[in-house]
T-cell receptor, first 118, second 113 residues
Framework: DTGVSQNPRHKITKRGQNVTFRCDPI?????LYWYRQTLGQGPEFLTY????????KSRLLSDRFSAERPKGSFSTLEIQRTEQGDSAMYLC????????????????FGQGTRLTVV | GQQLNQSPQSMFIQEGEDVSMNCTSS?????WLWYKQDPGEGPVLLIA?????ELTSNGRLTAQFGITRKDSFLNISASIPSDVGIYFC?????????????FGEGTQLTVNP
């Protein structure tokens, strides 16, 4: 396993179209996160899963956004009726949920999917 | 929500120079993380800090966790061209393992050969 994999790397779509991105996490990681990053900003949290359960959603995740992780492995992020403001890099990360002794468990990021809405 | 403020926003230095950047927070973090992001790539973790006052090194990188738990700095010594990129500080929103991260806005570093 070489790390978190995201597809496609780039997506150009017309406003109003639907797009779907895929993330394959590191195989033993049970937590999977989606972040959005706009130019000149740090990544902003969108949502995360533990196994197949979606445990938290940011208020940034409007009704047009939906994420799934049906078998607790790969995840998809769909944006319906895209708007120009959706143009951004969409980053996926994965981590273990727990480590022995507690504490922060490192999140590993994929290379991202850059979305351009024209 | 929690906010992280990084400074400077950008730096232009000559190869071989030392670099210092910092990050301040409006609230306490119990873990501080420093990431680097190359163009077209995702962030990569450089250093993680877990205790107030902790000073940790990773090669030419050194980071410190401020004793107030509201700040951290990252130093890069003897910069080289491959140090170019955006450096982000980040912290977990909660102390539970695997918590979502809050990121600063980044410091863009340019190294002139």
């Amino acid at each position: 396993d070489t790390g978190v994999s995201q597809n496609p790397r780039h997506k150009i779509t017309k406003r109003g179209q639907n797009v779907t991105f895929r993330c394959d996490p590191i195989s033993e990681h049970n937590r999977l996160y989606w972040y959005r990053q706009t130019l000149g900003q740090g990544p902003e949290f969108l949502t995360y899963f533990q196994n197949e359960a979606q445990l938290e959603k940011s208020r940034l995740l409007s009704d047009r956004f939906s994420a799934e992780r049906p078998k607790g492995s790969f995840s998809t992020l769909e944006i319906q009726r895209t708007e120009q403001g959706d143009s951004a890099m969409y980053l996926c990360a994965s981590s273990l949920a727990y480590i022995r002794g507690g504490g922060y468990t490192e999140a590993f990021f994929g290379q991202g999917t850059r979305l351009t809405v024209v | 929500g929690q906010q992280l403020n990084q400074s400077p926003q950008s730096m232009f230095i000559q190869e071989g120079e030392d670099v210092s950047m910092n990050c301040t927070s409006s609230s306490i973090f119990n873990t501080w993380l420093w990431y680097k992001q190359d163009p077209g790539e995702g962030p990569v973790l450089l250093i993680a800090l877990y205790k107030a006052g902790e000073l940790t090194s990773n090669g030419r990188l050194t980071a410190q966790f401020g004793i107030t738990r509201k700040d951290s700095f990252l130093n890069i010594s003897a910069s080289i061209p491959s140090d170019v990129g955006i450096y982000f500080c980040a912290g977990p929103e909660r102390e539970t393992s695997g918590s979502r991260l809050t990121f600063g806005e980044g410091t863009q570093l340019t190294v002139n050969p």
